[in-house]
């Protein structure tokens, strides 16, 4: 599909300004869906090299607002697991075609909505036992390879960071701060790898007005709307985009 064309344009600005909501001010990592919806409309590189700058812009436009407000230790560990964790997505990305990526995408998507519904049903309990850092490398490890591949990243961090007992702004500016960091890193193998290109690099500029209403929205609604709202929508968008490129991937 054309780039620059309004199909393309329809999907990409909404996509943006949820990411920013998303990252902005909620910390389940839900931003990773912009690019799942991408990926509905583009070929899977160029949607995940379309939306890093942009996360990275929101990732700057969110810090002032949660600066020195997050957990250094946690976030240190998550780091320390991460590098390894972006050099083996890395490596998989080189050899991976289109569909393999795809699959992994939608099966991040739908792997994401299971195990949230897997705690909302108390299958699973986090936020009840103190994680120690074998868990927090293991859980950087896992959001290093995921961030690469999909900028699906969030939910190995949630992982780690619920069984530490932090408070919701300690959690949201942690995330924020780690997520920063990694994008930071990946970026340069982006680069490398020739995932950014000048056609994407100059769509990011038209999109940055949308990146930046959502994560002014987004911190905004972080201390008013309820999150029980945000992420039903979002699990639906979930379930439905990971299914379609599931299906498009074995198809």
Request: hydrophobic content about 60%.
């Amino acid at each position: 599909m054309e780039l620059f064309s309004l199909s393309v344009f329809a999907v990409t600005i909404p996509a943006v300004v949820f990411a920013g909501i998303s990252k902005g001010g909620f910390g389940s990592g839900v931003a990773f869906a912009s690019a799942s919806i991408l990926a509905l409309v583009l070929e899977p590189a160029v949607a995940i090299g379309l939306m890093l700058p942009l996360l990275m812009l929101i990732d700057v436009a969110s810090l002032p607002a949660y600066w020195r407000k997050w957990d250094w230790g946690a976030a240190r560990v998550l780091l320390a697991g991460a590098v390894p964790g972006t050099l083996l997505g890395a490596y998989f990305f080189a050899l991976a075609d289109p569909d393999m990526i795809r699959l992994m995408i939608g099966l991040v998507a739908l792997l994401f909505v299971a195990w949230q519904g897997a705690q909302k049903f108390g299958l699973i309990r986090l936020g009840q036992a103190q994680f120690g850092p074998k868990t927090g490398l293991l859980s950087g490890l896992v959001l290093g390879f995921t961030s690469f591949v999909s900028h699906a990243g969030g939910p190995a961090a949630a992982v780690f960071l619920l069984g530490q007992g932090l408070n919701k702004l300690t959690y949201q500016a942690t995330t924020v701060l780690v997520f920063w960091a990694v994008n930071f890193f990946k970026s340069g193998f982006y680069a490398g790898m020739g995932i950014f290109t000048r056609d994407t690099l100059l769509m990011d500029l038209f999109l940055i007005p949308a990146a930046l209403l959502g994560t002014w929205i987004g911190i905004r609604a972080h201390h008013f709307v309820s999150d029980r709202i945000f992420f039903g929508i979002t699990y639906v968008a979930l379930t439905l985009t990971g299914a379609k490129l599931v299906w498009d991937a074995l198809t």
